[in-house]
């Protein structure tokens, strides 16, 4: 999903006041797709809704996602591991979303 995109999703999301099962995910590698964002973390639990937030020209990465699961457990699960690799590149940028 290109950043247009995200930014409709993401203004919809303002309007709630917490959504604790939504999380940044930061420090991805430029090659990290939308898929292979929700294929790894979809081990920890299930994910309502995943993205690679790109730029609107260039389509390229920004190096960061944003990852939605269904109930606060795969978050918790995440959060309880302390190291995250993907793509070869360790994921350094971890948390909940308080809107």
């Not at 999380?23 to 979809?42: A, H, K, P, V």
């Not at 730029?55 to 939605?68: A, H, L, M, Q």
């Not at 590149?89 to 308080?98: C, E, G, M, Q, S």
């Amino acid at each position: 999903m290109d950043t247009e995109g995200s930014q409709s999703s993401l203004s919809s999301v303002d309007n709630s006041p917490h959504d604790p099962c939504k999380m940044f995910i930061g420090g991805l590698s430029w090659q990290t797709t939308q898929e292979g964002l929700n294929e790894y973390f979809c081990k920890f639990g299930e994910v309502k809704e995943c993205m690679v937030m790109r730029d609107p020209v260039t389509k390229r990465s920004r190096g960061f996602g944003f990852v939605t699961y269904i109930d606060q457990a795969g978050v918790d699960k995440v959060l309880a591991q302390n190291r995250h690799e993907l793509d070869s590149k360790t994921v350094i940028a971890l948390w909940r979303l308080a809107l």
